[in-house]
Nanobody, 122 residues
């Protein structure tokens, strides 16, 4: 099983980026997938998740600015990030669970992508 995250880059504050996570090796269409982020020296934190049924959940810090979605036919997860702020700068990781149970807890996710760096300049 492999999760490949990409789409990060350098953007000015107020700009947008779209992250993509391509899954291979198994299908996650019925299982929760999520995005987490980590700043050097800090713990990895929850950003957004989407459950198997399509319901979504966001961290308060990104609510209204980020949108998580998935294409089950392509086994792909997305994170559309708008109105980016310097404090959104981090390495973003996609993750997937192997249980059909919603969770925003990092340790509940079994599969992880390699991370993609998002840098927002002020």
């Amino acid at each position: 099983v492999q999760l490949q995250a990409y789409g990060g880059g350098l953007v000015q504050a107020g700009g947008s980026l779209r992250l993509t996570c391509a899954a291979s090796g198994r299908t996650f269409s019925s299982y929760p997938m999520g995005w987490f982020r980590q700043v050097p020296g800090k713990e990895r934190e929850f950003v957004a998740a989407i459950w198997g049924g399509g319901s979504t959940y966001y961290a308060d810090s990104v609510k209204g600015r980020f949108t998580i979605s998935r294409d089950n036919a392509e086994n792909t997860l997305y994170l559309q990030m708008n109105s980016l702020k310097p404090e959104d700068t981090a390495v973003y990781y996609c993750a997937a669970r192997d249980r059909d149970s919603p969770s925003i807890t990092l340790r509940d996710y079994n599969y992880w992508g390699q991370g993609t760096l998002v840098t927002v300049s002020s």
